[in-house]
């Protein structure tokens, strides 16, 4: 599409120009004998035909000498009005390309921020299993320490475990082995 620059001085030149060829078919509808309706008949059809999105008024296609040279400036008015109009549109198509722009910028985070929550989320329930094992194979140890480790015993103290006098399950070989399967079978545990 090709952009049409509208002014003033064009305008009114255009006017002119009509106004020389209105006169001009004055003069022949004038010399040519005596009917000017196959003049009238002309200009009615063109009329029909003009798009009303150019027209300036109801009443500016009548034929009126000076009439055209008259109609520059409401036209050039108009005009003026529908650049300015263009402008704001085009301002506005900007800014929702801006927006697309954020939006997409914003679903792509979104996205990302939902694939490491999903990340975290299984590592975090990996981890509950883990502390839910590490429990279960702290558990014995832990009977022991409440049941059968009084008050007045410091954590220097030795113990030594599986007496007559003891009140928690013995410990087994099985305990052990579940306590170091929790630190991934390492002797460092």
């Given at each position: 599409?090709?952009?049409i620059?509208?002014?003033?001085?064009?305008?009114?030149?255009?006017?002119?120009?009509?106004?020389?060829?209105?006169?001009?078919?004055?003069?022949i509808a004038?010399?040519?004998?005596?009917?000017?309706?196959?003049?009238?008949?002309?200009?009615?059809?063109?009329?029909?035909?003009?798009?009303?999105?150019?027209?300036?008024?109801?009443?500016?296609n009548?034929?009126?000498?000076?009439?055209?040279l008259?109609?520059?400036?409401?036209?050039?008015?108009?005009?003026?009005?529908?650049e300015?109009?263009?402008?704001a549109?085009e301002?506005?198509?900007?800014?929702?390309?801006?927006?697309?722009?954020?939006?997409?910028?914003?679903?792509?985070?979104?996205?990302?921020?939902?694939?490491?929550?999903?990340m975290?989320k299984?590592?975090?329930?990996r981890?509950?299993?883990?502390?839910?094992?590490?429990?279960e194979?702290?558990?014995?140890?832990?009977?022991?320490?409440?049941?059968?480790?009084?008050?007045?015993?410091?954590?220097?103290d030795?113990?030594?475990?599986?007496?007559?006098?003891?009140?928690?399950?013995?410990?087994?070989?099985?305990?052990?082995?579940?306590?170091?399967a929790?630190?991934?079978?390492?002797?460092?545990a």
């Amino acid at each position: 599409m090709t952009e049409i620059t509208v002014n003033a001085a064009k305008i009114a030149r255009l006017a002119y120009g009509y106004e020389l060829m209105f006169r001009a078919i004055a003069e022949i509808a004038g010399t040519s004998g005596g009917s000017t309706q196959w003049f009238t008949q002309m200009g009615i059809e063109v009329q029909k035909r003009v798009d009303p999105l150019w027209k300036l008024l109801e009443d500016s296609n009548d034929p009126k000498p000076g009439d055209c040279l008259s109609q520059h400036v409401p036209f050039a008015e108009w005009a003026a009005h529908t650049e300015r109009k263009a402008e704001a549109l085009e301002h506005w198509r900007q800014e929702v390309g801006k927006l697309h722009s954020q939006i997409a910028t914003l679903t792509e985070e979104q996205d990302r921020i939902e694939r490491n929550r999903d990340m975290w989320k299984g590592q975090v329930e990996r981890q509950a299993e883990q502390i839910q094992e590490m429990r279960e194979a702290l558990r014995p140890f832990a009977k022991v320490a409440a049941l059968d480790i009084g008050e007045d015993e410091v954590d220097a103290d030795l113990f030594r475990p599986m007496t007559q006098h003891n009140h928690a399950p013995r410990l087994t070989v099985g305990d052990l082995r579940k306590a170091r399967a929790v630190f991934g079978g390492s002797s460092d545990a």
